[in-house]
């Protein structure tokens, strides 16, 4: 699973309008510069890795504004003279930026500020508050009507979504700008926007429209004379030969890329070559060098601590990797780095993840890696006591896999039933319409007498609650009894008494029953609702999050929905 390796990069060059590529002088005489020319000069040396002489620039440009008391290039002082420093440094010099500016009138600010934290905050894989900001920034830009504000933090969110996964909505806002930029993006910009395009088409398998693009992007860095852009498309290109399989030719495109980033020091880009290097390795079925590419992985991400989502799939292949040649330090080791990378992904992400198939969950890692501290303990004792606690484990382990097999066969019987019942409805009535007429006669046969409930009301309220489920709209979210009482004209005592009595479950229980029913039919007539991450499957049925819909769905149907959806999968390649 592949990710675009150039969101910080791209994020921070989006605040800051064309980048000329100036000619490289000494900086010897900065006083005979204006403001735009030191600008233009700051960002050449940046875009060059050329660092001591853009934090001079930085601090030069800062002290002019000073002298010449101009807050807004004051404002701009602090913004460069941030880039270059450590994180805790970096912050101050914005809330600074942002103290000075916030008397100022006009649409760039606090905006900009809100943008500039966001990206500070990214870069160090904050995503959280890289988030929270970004969302501030688009608020304040929407309601200064700044249409190139607004574009910026809707491109920074859009990042955000792709690194996430949600690719297919990223994808259009990306699009949208590639296309449709102008007076918004440069054509330095327009090409960050084709390299994140590119990176969203690979991930949902647009892979023709993705090499258009890769080809159009290559024309352009080579007019350009661009390395960086020029190992970008590399990377891409290589990551394109690696989707299509052709792994030799992928390995070859990404080791240079690799190479280019580490030496450029580009570290979180040439962490992501290494990560998908180790991919094309592992397609070519070359175990020793997939294991040497994300051994050199964990190292790179233990000196800059900052993860990325796919790291996952790294560790779990280094603790197979080790489990098969038996060596049980090693397989410990890389035990400890996942569970303190899946717990730093896990409060990134939170329930971003849960949706992704999970080799090794939190919990199972955690007694494997006590029964391997027992195991290294007990090879110190003598071989009869080693050998009986073998024994015992290997007991226990027969246990519980014979007694998971057996829930496993129960569940997957559970979930054959359920797609038997929902197939045969279909047969009986596939095209049943509920009409008002129907409506009234199910209403009617409901007769049961609640005390204290007018029998005109309960009629009324099992009428309106017909509506509500032939409408569909227990799929909005947060609907409540209160909410629910109020929409159709009741109170929440009468509306709960009369599913209590007449739906013979609690408010909650309905509605869950409604969205788990509902999912269980819609999960087999729609593919492509099947192919959705488990996280956007819940929010369309009207959940907060993944959790709550996995735990309602074995509450009603006794199986698991990953157990559900593999029988569908069975049942339509038998069909």
């Given at each position: 699973?592949m990710k675009?390796?150039?969101?910080i990069k791209?994020?921070?060059i989006?605040?800051?309008?064309?980048?000329?590529y100036?000619?490289?002088s000494?900086?010897?005489?900065?006083h005979?510069?204006?403001y735009?020319?030191?600008k233009?000069?700051?960002?050449?040396?940046?875009d060059h890795n050329k660092?001591?002489?853009?934090?001079q620039?930085?601090?030069?440009y800062?002290q002019?504004?000073?002298?010449?008391?101009?807050i807004?290039?004051?404002a701009?002082?602090?913004?460069?003279?941030h880039?270059?420093?450590?994180f805790?440094t970096?912050?101050?010099?914005i809330?600074?930026?942002?103290t000075?500016?916030k008397?100022?009138?006009?649409?760039?600010?606090?905006?900009?500020?809100?943008?500039l934290?966001?990206?500070?905050?990214?870069?160090h894989?904050?995503?959280?508050?890289a988030?929270?900001?970004?969302?501030?920034?688009?608020?304040?830009?929407k309601?200064?009507?700044?249409?190139?504000?607004?574009?910026?933090?809707?491109?920074?969110?859009?990042?955000?979504n792709?690194?996430?996964?949600?690719?297919a909505?990223?994808?259009?806002i990306?699009?949208?700008?590639?296309?449709?930029?102008?007076?918004?993006?440069?054509?330095?910009?327009?090409?960050?926007?084709?390299?994140?395009?590119?990176?969203c088409y690979?991930?949902?398998n647009?892979?023709?429209?993705?090499?258009i693009l890769?080809?159009?992007?290559?024309?352009?860095a080579?007019?350009?004379?661009?390395?960086?852009?020029?190992?970008s498309?590399s990377y891409l290109?290589g990551?394109?030969d690696?989707k299509?399989?052709?792994?030799?030719t992928?390995?070859?495109?990404?080791?240079?890329?690799?190479?280019?980033?580490t030496?450029s020091n580009?570290?979180?880009n040439?962490?992501?070559?290494?990560?998908n290097l180790?991919?094309a390795?592992?397609g070519?079925k070359?175990?020793?060098?997939?294991a040497?590419t994300y051994?050199?992985l964990?190292?790179?991400?233990?000196?800059?601590?900052?993860?990325?989502?796919?790291?996952?799939?790294?560790?779990?292949?280094?603790?197979?990797?080790?489990k098969?040649?038996?060596?049980k330090?090693k397989?410990?080791?890389?035990?400890?780095?996942?569970?303190?990378?899946d717990?730093?992904l896990?409060?990134?992400?939170?329930?971003?993840?849960?949706?992704?198939p999970k080799?090794?969950?939190?919990?199972?890692?955690?007694e494997?890696k006590?029964?391997?501290?027992?195991?290294?303990?007990k090879?110190?004792t003598?071989?009869?006591?080693?050998?009986?606690?073998?024994?015992?484990?290997l007991?226990?382990?027969?246990y519980?896999?014979?007694k998971s097999?057996?829930?496993?066969?129960?569940?997957?019987?559970i979930?054959?039933?359920l797609?038997?019942s929902?197939?045969?409805r279909h047969?009986?009535?596939?095209?049943?319409e509920?009409?008002?007429?129907?409506i009234?006669?199910?209403?009617?046969?409901?007769?049961?007498?609640?005390k204290n409930?007018?029998e005109e009301?309960?009629q009324a309220?099992?009428?309106?609650l017909?509506?509500f489920?032939?409408?569909e709209h227990?799929?909005?979210?947060?609907?409540?009894?209160s909410?629910l009482a109020?929409?159709?004209?009741t109170?929440?005592?009468?509306?709960?008494?009369v599913i209590?009595?007449?739906?013979?479950?609690?408010?909650t229980?309905?509605?869950?029953?409604?969205?788990?029913d509902?999912?269980l039919?819609?999960?087999?007539?729609?593919?492509?609702?099947?192919?959705?991450?488990?996280?956007?499957i819940?929010?369309?049925?009207g959940?907060n999050?993944?959790q709550?819909f996995t735990a309602?769905?074995k509450?009603?149907?006794?199986?698991?929905?990953?157990?559900?959806?593999?029988?569908?999968?069975?049942?339509m390649?038998?069909?």
């Amino acid at each position: 699973m592949m990710k675009h390796i150039f969101l910080i990069k791209i994020i921070i060059i989006l605040l800051f309008g064309n980048l000329v590529y100036a000619q490289r002088s000494k900086i010897d005489s900065l006083h005979e510069f204006e403001y735009p020319e030191l600008k233009n000069k700051f960002y050449d040396y940046c875009d060059h890795n050329k660092v001591p002489q853009a934090k001079q620039i930085a601090k030069y440009y800062l002290q002019k504004a000073k002298k010449e008391n101009n807050i807004l290039e004051i404002a701009e002082g602090y913004n460069l003279i941030h880039f270059n420093e450590k994180f805790p440094t970096a912050l101050k010099y914005i809330d600074s930026l942002a103290t000075i500016t916030k008397d100022i009138k006009g649409n760039l600010y606090p905006a900009r500020s809100y943008l500039l934290k966001g990206n500070l905050y990214y870069k160090h894989d904050n995503l959280k508050a890289a988030l929270d900001n970004y969302i501030l920034a688009l608020k304040y830009a929407k309601e200064q009507n700044d249409k190139k504000q607004t574009a910026y933090a809707n491109m920074n969110i859009a990042y955000i979504n792709s690194y996430i996964g949600k690719n297919a909505e990223a994808a259009k806002i990306f699009r949208y700008y590639l296309y449709n930029g102008n007076n918004i993006t440069d054509d330095y910009q327009h090409n960050q926007m084709r390299i994140a395009l590119i990176s969203c088409y690979l991930e949902i398998n647009k892979l023709d429209s993705a090499n258009i693009l890769i080809k159009e992007g290559e024309k352009y860095a080579l007019v350009g004379k661009n390395k960086y852009d020029l190992n970008s498309y590399s990377y891409l290109s290589g990551t394109y030969d690696l989707k299509l399989k052709k792994y030799s030719t992928a390995i070859i495109k990404l080791s240079n890329a690799y190479t280019y980033f580490t030496n450029s020091n580009e570290n979180n880009n040439a962490n992501y070559s290494l990560f998908n290097l180790g991919k094309a390795y592992q397609g070519a079925k070359n175990k020793e060098k997939v294991a040497e590419t994300y051994i050199k992985l964990d190292s790179n991400i233990q000196k800059s601590n900052i993860t990325f989502p796919e790291l996952r799939e790294a560790y779990t292949y280094l603790i197979d990797y080790y489990k098969e040649k038996n060596d049980k330090e090693k397989q410990l080791y890389y035990i400890d780095r996942f569970l303190k990378v899946d717990k730093k992904l896990d409060e990134q992400l939170q329930y971003a993840f849960t949706e992704l198939p999970k080799k090794y969950d939190t919990p199972k890692l955690l007694e494997e890696k006590e029964d391997i501290i027992n195991d290294l303990k007990k090879r110190k004792t003598i071989l009869y006591v080693a050998i009986s606690a073998l024994l015992l484990i290997l007991l226990l382990l027969t246990y519980l896999y014979y007694k998971s097999r057996r829930a496993e066969r129960k569940h997957h019987k559970i979930a054959q039933d359920l797609i038997h019942s929902v197939e045969k409805r279909h047969k009986i009535d596939p095209e049943t319409e509920v009409t008002e007429a129907l409506i009234e006669e199910l209403v009617q046969k409901e007769q049961k007498t609640i005390k204290n409930v007018p029998e005109e009301v309960v009629q009324a309220i099992l009428k309106e609650l017909q509506h509500f489920e032939k409408k569909e709209h227990f799929l909005k979210k947060g609907i409540t009894l209160s909410s629910l009482a109020q929409s159709i004209n009741t109170n929440t005592t009468y509306l709960s008494e009369v599913i209590n009595s007449h739906k013979e479950k609690s408010f909650t229980a309905y509605l869950n029953d409604l969205r788990v029913d509902y999912a269980l039919e819609r999960l087999i007539e729609d593919k492509r609702f099947r192919s959705y991450k488990l996280a956007i499957i819940a929010d369309e049925l009207g959940y907060n999050n993944a959790q709550a819909f996995t735990a309602a769905f074995k509450k009603k149907t006794h199986t698991t929905l990953s157990t559900y959806l593999k029988e569908i999968e069975n049942t339509m390649t038998i069909k």
